[in-house]
């Protein structure tokens, strides 16, 4: 699970946290949501430089085990307490060689400050966050990018049809490191609709392009800096009770350059502390 793939997923899941035809709204002053995840990456596949789809050798592959926590607290009305601890197995195939290796990802920790209309149907948010690597990459397949990064986001959340929601969504990623990057762009559109007062049903869209003067290809999306990609992720999620309420969710890469085509499947729980 690379490090773009990583944020692709923690976005979804803030985008889900509040149940009912709430996008990106609060949690509330002194309130606290939890997220639990876990997600199933697999490739063997990707897209060219010049994004024509081809295979990898014959029994090579790459995929990971994704475990994250999420936490949402609410520090005010309007302002969020938003960290995240991801926890990464990879196993990737290579010409025949299999490596593997597992450990903790990129932390990140920041805010998230909301502007609610005055019918509190309509929210503007915008969000920094800072990214801290727990790791070293002196092992393959690699964990992620090794370098402190920040984050910068801007969504337009409304309620464009009765019990349902849409998000629009824009967001600057940059790591700092290393002279190479890269520097990430990404914009993102979601529609979710209650289905009854139980359950809810999301599609999202999120185009991504990542530039870098490191240009090399690696089956490890980790090792991949400079390419672009567009993800369609498709979810579904049951309140069980006032506090609980779990989700699935499956991803697909529509097209790319550079970049592996990759398949997921994903299971989180969002529970709400009293």
């Known amino acids: 699970m690379n490090s773009a ?15 009912s035809s709430r996008a990106d709204w609060p949690v509330g002053k002194g309130r606290t949501s939890l997220i639990a995840s876990y997600n199933y ?3 063997s ?11 990898f050798n014959p029994g090579d592959k790459f995929q990971s085990h994704f475990y994250g926590l999420t936490m949402v607290h609410g520090l005010s009305r309007r302002l969020d307490l938003i960290t995240n601890l991801p926890f990464i197995a990879q196993d990737q195939v290579s ?24 019918e509190f149907q309509k929210h503007l948010t915008i969000k920094a966050q800072v990214i801290i690597p727990t790791y070293e990459n002196n092992k393959t397949p690699e964990l992620g990018y090794a370098s ?3 984050q910068a986001t801007i969504n337009y ?44 049903v999301t599609f999202n869209f999120a185009h991504q392009v990542s530039e870098s003067n490191n240009i090399a290809f690696n089956p490890n999306p980790q090792a991949t800096r400079n390419f672009s990609s567009g993800l369609f992720t498709v979810a579904y999620g049951r309140k069980i009770s006032r ?7 499956g991803a ?22 009293p």
């Open 5 to 19: 793939i990583n944020k692709i997923i923690c976005s979804a899941v803030l985008i889900l946290l509040v149940f």
């Open 41 to 43: 990456f697999y490739s």
């Open 45 to 55: 596949k990707y897209f060219d430089a010049n994004g024509k789809l081809a295979s």
């Open 95 to 118: 010409n025949g060689i299999r490596k593997t290796n597992a450990g903790v990802g990129d932390v990140s920790v920041g805010l998230a400050y909301h502007f609610p209309s005055a």
């Open 148 to 150: 402190k990064g920040v």
């Open 157 to 200: 959340s409304f309620t464009p049809i009765k019990q349902s929601f849409a998000v629009i969504e824009g967001s600057y990623t940059r790591f700092i490191d290393y002279a190479e990057g890269p520097n990430q762009y990404r914009g993102a559109f979601t529609f979710g609709r209650s289905l009854n007062k139980y359950s809810l």
């Open 243 to 249: 506090t609980l309420t779990p989700y699935l969710q």
């Open 252 to 273: 697909y890469t529509l097209y790319g350059k550079n970049i592996g085509l990759g398949m997921s499947a994903s299971v989180f729980l969002v529970m709400k502390l």
